[in-house]
């Protein structure tokens, strides 16, 4: 099971690919460039990764920590999500969270200096219709905070009423205190 560093380590996105930091930091306890089993899944994985790194090829890096990701939440989800095709998961892992534009970090191993913008960037697969399984064709991978801001919705028109009443309660507030 992969620890969660955050509460007691703080480190860069920047380290993983360029090996430098943006700001003071703590190096990080997880073994980015080396072989780690639980961070990496399959040694097959961190041969490719390193190839990519080597090389220089960001693109080529991220989809494999993409990968690795999809494993993760695929084979080791428990059986609901075992129904759920790595190549299909795979296709669905955009840079970017469809609802909220906000980039998505696949690598396990991302400690973010304060919770909320580390959920901002976890990537998170929602189901589309919350009454149906993990299957291919019902989910899609949004970032963990739309995931939560949607989760108890049964549809898009429950936000839609819920957006469209807090807009109203806003500007009843602003009204008041002119």
């Given at each position: 099971m992969a620890r969660n560093n955050r509460l007691n380590i703080q480190t860069d996105l920047e380290y993983?690919?360029?090996?430098?930091?943006?700001?003071?930091?703590?190096?990080?306890?997880?073994?980015?460039?080396?072989?780690?089993?639980?961070?990496?899944?399959?040694?097959?994985?961190?041969?490719?990764f390193m190839r990519e790194y080597n090389q220089g090829n960001e693109e080529g890096y991220m989809s494999v920590l993409k990968k690795v990701w999809c494993e993760h939440n695929t084979v080791c989800r428990g059986k609901k999500r075992r129904m759920?095709?790595?190549?299909?998961?795979?296709?669905?892992?955009?840079?970017?969270?469809?609802?909220?534009?906000?980039?998505?970090?696949?690598?396990?191993?991302?400690?973010?200096?304060?919770?909320?913008?580390?959920?901002?960037?976890?990537?998170?697969?929602?189901?589309l219709d919350p009454n149906r399984e993990y299957t291919d064709d019902n989910t899609w991978v949004i970032c963990t905070t739309c995931n939560t801001h949607k989760n108890n919705a049964?549809?898009?028109?429950?936000?839609?009423?819920?957006?469209?009443?807090?807009?109203?309660?806003?500007a009843i507030k602003d009204a008041s205190h002119r």
């Amino acid at each position: 099971m992969a620890r969660n560093n955050r509460l007691n380590i703080q480190t860069d996105l920047e380290y993983l690919s360029t090996g430098e930091t943006t700001r003071k930091f703590t190096i990080p306890s997880w073994p980015y460039l080396l072989w780690d089993n639980d961070t990496w899944r399959k040694k097959v994985f961190f041969n490719e990764f390193m190839r990519e790194y080597n090389q220089g090829n960001e693109e080529g890096y991220m989809s494999v920590l993409k990968k690795v990701w999809c494993e993760h939440n695929t084979v080791c989800r428990g059986k609901k999500r075992r129904m759920l095709t790595l190549d299909i998961l795979l296709d669905k892992c955009f840079d970017n969270c469809p609802c909220c534009n906000s980039e998505l970090w696949y690598g396990r191993c991302y400690n973010a200096l304060e919770e909320k913008k580390s959920r901002d960037h976890k990537p998170s697969i929602d189901r589309l219709d919350p009454n149906r399984e993990y299957t291919d064709d019902n989910t899609w991978v949004i970032c963990t905070t739309c995931n939560t801001h949607k989760n108890n919705a049964a549809n898009p028109d429950r936000l839609r009423v819920i957006a469209d009443v807090w807009e109203k309660q806003i500007a009843i507030k602003d009204a008041s205190h002119r």
